[in-house]
């Protein structure tokens, strides 16, 4: 089985100042790895994915991750962070085998953008 | 168009009572999740429904417990003789295929809060 472990529940970070948010799995087959966002009241959304091909994926609002296979890890990084950007980030893993897979979220990251 | 909608967005309980939570997902979406996502924690599978079919139920917590999608399309989440430890966020997920990579599509969510 997988799982998935976010160690910062809570990151503070000025605006404009860079952020990683960190994820790291367990697995001992092949994943697929996302970034889901909450916003305030609002519900989860896809950040980014990786299913395969290039180890480092980007979204549309500025975010990027890179898979790193051999330290398992999916970090989720911005240079310069906004305000609209507070909200609860997750990382999830499936498995990378077909069919349907049951998804594993972390306990979600807060990030707090400061003025 | 219209995104995954679930109803109603709270829940108040008294314990022993049982509760119906709804889900909308997305017109010809193939796929239908629940999760519950306790205080501080991730989103936690509970099952999965292809069409009617509900084909994964390992992570319903206890028989009172108890999800539906008889036409394919609406789904209901029941629970049977509410508990303290029920009280969380019950989100509903809908996708496209099933398929492991794809996205998922989440609700608002219901908070269910028992006393």
């Known amino acids: 089985a997988q799982s998935v472990t976010q160690l910062d529940s809570q990151v503070p970070v000025f605006e404009e100042a860079p952020v990683e948010l960190r994820c790291n799995y367990s697995?001992?087959?092949?994943?697929?790895l996302f970034w889901y966002v909450q916003y305030p009241n609002q519900g989860l959304q896809l950040l980014l994915k990786?299913?395969?091909?290039?180890?480092l994926v980007e979204s549309i609002n500025g975010f990027e991750a890179e898979f790193n296979k051999s330290q398992t890890s999916f970090h989720l990084r911005k240079p310069s962070v906004h305000i609209s950007d507070t909200a609860e980030y997750f990382c999830a893993v499936t498995l990378n085998s077909g069919g349907y897979q049951k998804v594993t979220f972390g306990t979600g990251t807060k990030l707090q953008v400061i003025p | 168009g219209a995104g995954v909608s679930q109803s109603p967005r709270y829940k108040v309980a008294k314990r022993g009572q049982d509760v119906a939570l709804r889900c909308d997902p997305i017109?010809?979406?193939?796929?239908l999740f629940w999760y519950q996502q306790a205080l501080g924690q991730g989103p936690e599978f509970l099952t999965y429904?292809?069409?009617?079919?509900?084909?994964?139920k390992s992570g319903l917590p206890s028989d009172r417990f108890f999800a539906e999608r008889p036409e394919g399309s609406v789904s209901t989440l029941k629970i049977q003789r509410t508990q303290q430890e029920d009280s969380a966020v019950y989100l509903c997920a809908s996708s496209l295929i099933g398929l492991a990579g794809g996205e998922q599509f989440f609700g608002p969510g219901t908070r269910l809060t028992v006393l």
């Open positions: 017109s010809g979406h193939v796929s």
């Open positions: 429904f292809q069409n009617e079919a509900q084909l994964d």
């Open positions: 697995s001992s087959v092949s994943v697929y």
């Open positions: 990786y299913l395969s091909g290039s180890t």
